[in-house]
T-cell receptor, first 112, second 115 residues
Framework: DGGITQSPKYLFRKEGQNVTLSCEQN?????MYWYRQDPGQGLRLIYY???????QKGDIAEGYSVSREKKESFPLTVTSAQKNPTAFYLC???????????FGQGTRLTVV | AQKVTQAQTEISVVEKEDVTLDCVYE???????LFWYKQPPSGELVFLIR??????QNEISGRYSWNFQKSTSSFNFTITASQVVDSAVYFC????????????FGQGTRLTINP
């Protein structure tokens, strides 16, 4: 089945530790995105990638880093510089930039 | 600047009632796209519809219908004869122009359908 896989579904980390969230897609989509969702709020764009080896900052990129070494994969690292990392993180992909993003099931990160 | 407002934070209705979720948007572009997504308790966002700014025809898909009115910058979503499975958070979103790099989301409306 084609889709987007985010792992793990739940993640706990101690404050000050970096953590990497996985996002893999087998839809052959060129564009991939990371969004953050906080309670009672809509989604906000962290990073996006239009093509392999290229990515751009979104609205709230501070404290995050990404890589796009393979078309299928777009991992997100939440660094210790992110002031409030506890949130629900959603990865998405689309055939090309801006068109009908298809979302994964999300990773809920809790930093204690 | 683009903005999407979903003024209804939470709505609760009894099964079989009709319910309308409001969405008001702001944009300076003449070319833009509007979306609705459903987020069930499992967390993923499920795509429901995309509308471009040049197509104001209303859309109906089963029990779902959408009313797009450029004059009032609104893109409202109606569920007819609601069912418990419709319970979810619904997001309206806006994307400006072709190939825009992001969707701007509203705050979401939590819809609860009670049996």
């Amino acid at each position: 089945d084609g889709g987007i896989t985010q792992s793990p579904k739940y993640l706990f980390r101690k404050e000050g530790q970096n953590v990497t969230l996985s996002c893999e897609q087998n839809l052959n989509h060129d564009a991939m995105y990371w969004y953050r969702q906080d309670p009672g709020q809509g989604l906000r764009l962290i990073y996006y990638s239009q093509i392999v080896n290229d990515f751009q900052k979104g609205d709230i990129a501070e404290g995050y880093s990404v890589s796009r070494e393979k078309k299928e994969s777009f991992p997100l690292t939440v660094t210790s510089a992110q002031k409030n990392p506890t949130a629900f993180y959603l990865c998405a992909s689309s055939v090309y930039l801006g068109i009908d993003p298809f979302f994964g099931q999300g990773t809920r990160l809790t930093v204690v | 600047a683009q903005k999407v407002t979903q003024a209804q934070t939470e709505i609760s209705v009894v099964e079989k009632e009709d319910v309308t979720l409001d969405c008001v948007y702001e944009t300076r572009d003449t070319t833009y796209y509007l979306f609705w997504y459903k987020q069930p308790p499992s967390g993923e966002l499920v795509f429901l519809i995309r509308r471009n700014s040049f197509d104001e025809q209303n859309e109906i898909s089963g029990r779902y219908s959408w009313n797009f009115q450029k004059s009032t910058s609104s893109f409202n979503f109606t569920i007819t004869a609601s069912q418990v499975v419709d319970s979810a958070v619904y997001f309206c979103a806006l994307s400006e122009g072709q190939g825009a790099q992001k969707l701007v989301f509203g705050q979401g409306t939590r819809l609860t359908i009670n049996p």
